[in-house]
């Protein structure tokens, strides 16, 4: 496929195409951009009016990769994962039934991570995306994903979810460039709760003897007691 650049323009004049044209005026921006020398609110300025512009490209992306429907191609062309590719060509499929979660990208309200969490619900629990939709837009991230992963099992609990989470169930490693051991496990709830609950309890009691009598600069992070 032949991209053209934002100044090639084309034979007889200035190119028409708004895309190209909206491309040109982001790449001037950054050739002025000199955020050092900006006062702290106009940076905030500055940052929300990226954020946006990231989440109104993030539309049109997520719209033809469902019309190329090839997770391979989008990485390719985006420069992601192809994990992410695959989730951002379901999201384009299930953005074309879910007026309100369209409407959202399309508009810059909400950007294309909570937009995967919402398609992702409302595959499982169709009509949901509206709700989430004003969630995303009223509360923090973490509490979309929440209630996003909260109304996919509330749908999946008549659908086999037992077996499908037995299925499901997972062990691996790897080692990182720091020589450090990643451990990855993927536990059916009834087997990963109770563990994760009594790794936690002895990670504070932990924290707790490490606390007494000790320094501020003395303390860790809690996920390092809790490995």
């Known amino acids: 496929m032949q991209v053209r650049h934002a100044d090639e323009g084309v034979e007889g004049g200035e190119d028409s195409d708004p895309l190209v044209q909206a491309i040109a005026l982001v790449e001037k921006a950054n050739a002025d951009l000199e955020p050092e020398l900006l006062p702290l609110p106009q940076a905030r300025e500055r940052l929300e009016l990226y954020a946006r512009a990231r989440r109104v490209v993030d539309f049109g992306g997520a719209a033809l990769a469902r019309r190329v429907d090839d997770a391979a191609e989008v ?17 384009g499929k299930t953005m074309a039934g879910a007026h309100d979660l369209g409407a959202a990208l399309q508009g810059g309200a909400i950007s294309l991570e909570q937009a995967t969490h919402i398609a992702s619900a409302e595959e499982s629990s169709p009509g949901v995306a509206a709700e989430l939709v004003t969630v995303a837009r009223e509360r923090p991230f973490h509490v979309l994903r929440e209630r996003a992963r909260r109304a996919r099992l509330e749908a999946e609990q008549h659908r086999d979810l037992g077996a499908r989470q037995r299925a499901a169930r997972s062990a691996r490693s790897w080692g990182d460039d720091l020589g450090m051991v990643h451990i990855h496990l993927a536990l059916e709830p009834h087997v990963g709760t109770p563990l994760v609950a009594r790794a936690e309890a002895e990670a504070e009691r932990i924290a707790k003897r490490a606390r007494t009598g000790s320094t501020d600069k003395d303390k860790e992070p809690f996920e390092r007691y809790l490995a």
């Open 75 to 91: 990485s390719r062309a985006t420069g992601t994962s192809l994990g992410d590719a695959k989730a951002v060509v379901e999201t």
